[in-house]
């Protein structure tokens, strides 16, 4: 069975720091094109960092560029988000997805991912 399963969110003062992981089972996902997500209730899942397949390709959204880092440790089958100065916000839950088959132009679409973890709750406050 695949499983997907986000931890490290929690509260965090503004201009601090985070670290997401994602432990992948169930199957090796090096060859996967892995992702983080962010939502807010009500609206669409944005996709903040991937990494496309095996590959040392990237994306990230304008909004986090500079300040979110993604990689991953396939000999843990593992992805991480380091999220560096964070500002003050909505509560995001962030969801970590991965998908096998998916194309470059794809990546930042939710719907094109077979796999998603249960999500952890990052807030920003003082």
């Known amino acids: 069975q695949v499983r997907l399963v986000e931890s490290g969110g929690g509260l965090v003062q503004p201009g601090g720091s985070l670290r997401l992981s994602c432990a992948a089972s169930?199957?090796?996902?090096?060859?996967?094109?892995m992702a983080w997500f962010r939502q807010v209730p009500g609206k669409e899942r944005e996709c903040v960092a991937a990494?496309?397949?095996?590959?040392?390709?990237?994306h990230y959204a304008d909004s986090v560029k500079g300040r979110f880092t993604i990689s991953r440790d396939n000999s843990k089958n593992t992805v991480y988000l380091q999220m560096d100065s964070l500002q003050p916000a909505v509560s995001y839950v962030y969801y970590c997805?991965?998908?096998?088959?998916?194309?470059?132009?794809?990546?930042?679409?939710?719907?094109?991912?077979?796999?998603w973890g249960q999500g952890t709750q990052v807030t920003v406050s003082s």
């Open positions: 169930g199957r090796t996902f090096s060859r996967d094109t």
């Open positions: 997805a991965a998908d096998s088959s998916l194309i470059w132009s794809s990546l930042r679409h939710p719907q094109q991912y077979d796999y």
């Open positions: 990494k496309f397949r095996g590959s040392s390709s990237t």
